[in-house]
């Protein structure tokens, strides 16, 4: 049942196209079976259609098992396969007797087609091959054109075809170029009237054309929008018209600074002017577009002088011994001051909001000396020796000091003095009259110049006594200095302070 079925549709179809469609008359061939291979029984003809349209082969089959049919574009000289069809048949019930089509080929009107039919069956055994053309009806093209200033969208969707489809849809706009597509557009070079033709192809090869004329017209110029900000720092106007808008495109910016200033003309958007003095003034752009068309703009502004008052210095101070510390974070700008520089009033400078700075007296400075006396164990027993060395209290070695030795329970003293490396030694139980006892205090004073010095210790049993003696310039008086301080702003303006400071020594 279905394969009477398909037979049934397939040729429903080709009567339909039989019934609507012109059909041209082709050969008919007898294709037998003789009694050599399939091969040998083979036949071949060509057919050249005079216009688009389906090809079938109607086959009335008298005795054979199946059929090939092999169809060729054999135009070139060069055959491109078309279509290969097996045929059982069985399998469509016309065997062994009936009539069924083969599959449709579509033809192009012009070309050579080569068609080949190989029967297989018992000897004698035949088909009748009729070929069977129906004619395609060719596509009608419509389209509606709507301009839009230099522009032209065109839509082919009505366009048909009755008995097939559009494929291909090609536009020809009338000034030398061409486009493709169901629905496009084309946007013309200048003003004017074209001529444009739709031609439209069907799967078959066919085409139908059309054509409109199409008036296409330039955009009318709408003016710029001119449009600014303005900046103001003291007497510098900075302007920016990035904000200006036109259709196509701003070409010139003119500015009128409203100082009685010459205008000034700029390509792009941004500029900037200085005043002369503070006030009220109108700021006008006007911006010109690549067609000519001008559009204006303006605003007031109003540049300013910033009044900067120098700096004000100040400062504190507070003293230990020679040392001063000195803050000047009191001093005060409208502006912010940029540098503190300070004068120590001894020939010296220093920097810094704040600032440390320790005077010289030219003296010597209080120090702890360790005995420079190395005592080994081959140092004498009883009688006792004192020894050590005159130094200065920055530990330097002071050479030719008077040393007076005085055992303080008798009281008896021995005068010596160091010698030019600083060191001294005394024979202190031989050199007083009542000698020395263990544990007697002895105090040392040592004098040179007008530096003085003394130490005290006691006496050892069996050992040197290392008593060094660290002499000292007499206490300076206090003394004063003067320390200036002077502040600068970021304009350069400056201010100096200064003040009296007494150290003491």
């Not at 089959?61 to 045929?87: E, K």
């Amino acid at each position: 049942m279905t394969k009477r079925f398909v037979t049934a549709i397939l040729m429903c179809a080709v009567m339909a196209l039989v019934a609507f469609v012109p059909l041209v008359a082709g050969g008919e061939y007898t294709i037998i079976k003789g009694p050599q291979g399939p091969r040998a029984s083979a036949m071949t003809w060509t057919y050249e259609p005079v216009d688009y349209g389906v090809w079938v082969a109607k086959l009335d089959n008298n005795g054979l098992r199946s059929l090939v049919i092999d169809v060729y574009d054999n135009t070139s000289g060069a055959l491109d396969q078309v279509l290969h069809q097996r045929i059982r048949f069985a399998a469509y019930d016309i065997y062994p007797s009936g009539t069924m089509f083969s599959e449709p080929v579509n033809m192009a009107a012009g070309r050579i087609y080569e068609i080949t039919a190989t029967p297989n069956g018992p000897q004698e055994s035949y088909v009748v091959v009729t070929d069977t053309f129906t004619i395609n009806s060719p596509p009608v093209a419509q389209f509606t054109a709507t301009p839009d200033y230099l522009t032209v969208n065109v839509d082919a969707s009505a366009s048909y075809d009755t008995d097939g489809t559009i494929v291909e849809y090609i536009w020809e706009w009338g000034d030398d170029t061409m486009g493709a597509g169901m629905i496009t557009s084309h946007t013309y070079a200048m003003a004017g009237t074209y001529t444009v033709i739709l031609t439209v192809v069907d799967n078959m090869g066919a085409s139908g054309a059309t054509m409109q004329d199409v008036t296409v017209y330039e955009r009318p110029n709408d003016i710029p929008i001119a449009a600014f900000t303005a900046m103001v720092t003291e007497l510098v106007v900075d302007v920016d018209a990035s904000g200006s808008t036109d259709d196509s495109m701003i070409v010139a910016y003119a500015w009128s600074w409203g100082d009685g200033s010459a205008d000034e003309m700029f390509v792009t958007p941004i500029a900037s002017h200085t005043y002369a003095m503070p006030g009220t003034y109108t700021i006008t752009l006007t911006v010109t577009d690549d067609d000519g068309a001008t559009n204006s703009a303006s605003q007031d502004v109003m540049p300013y002088v910033t009044v900067d008052n120098p700096p004000v210095a100040s400062f504190t101070v507070s003293v230990d011994g020679l040392t001063v510390s000195v803050d000047a974070s009191l001093s005060t700008d409208d502006n912010g001051i940029v540098t503190y520089d300070w004068n120590w009033g001894d020939g010296t400078t220093g920097s810094g909001m704040t600032a440390t700075h320790t005077y010289s007296t030219g003296g010597s400075m209080a120090a702890v000396i360790e005995s420079l006396i190395s005592i080994d164990a081959t140092a004498p027993l009883p009688p006792y020796y004192v020894a050590g060395y005159t130094l200065d209290t920055m530990g330097m070695i002071v050479p030719g000091c008077t040393l007076t030795i005085v055992d303080m329970r008798t009281l008896e003293s021995i005068v010596t003095t160091s010698d030019a490396s600083g060191f001294y030694m005394v024979d202190i139980a031989n050199g007083l009259p009542s000698g020395m006892l263990v544990g007697d205090l002895v105090n040392i004073t040592a004098v040179k110049g007008d530096m003085i010095g003394w130490t005290e210790g006691n006496l050892l049993a069996g050992s040197y006594t290392a008593l060094d003696v660290i002499l000292s310039a007499p206490q300076l008086p206090p003394f004063d200095v003067v320390i200036t301080l002077t502040v600068t702003d970021a304009k350069g303006q400056t201010d100096t302070v200064s003040m009296t400071v007494t150290l003491y020594p």
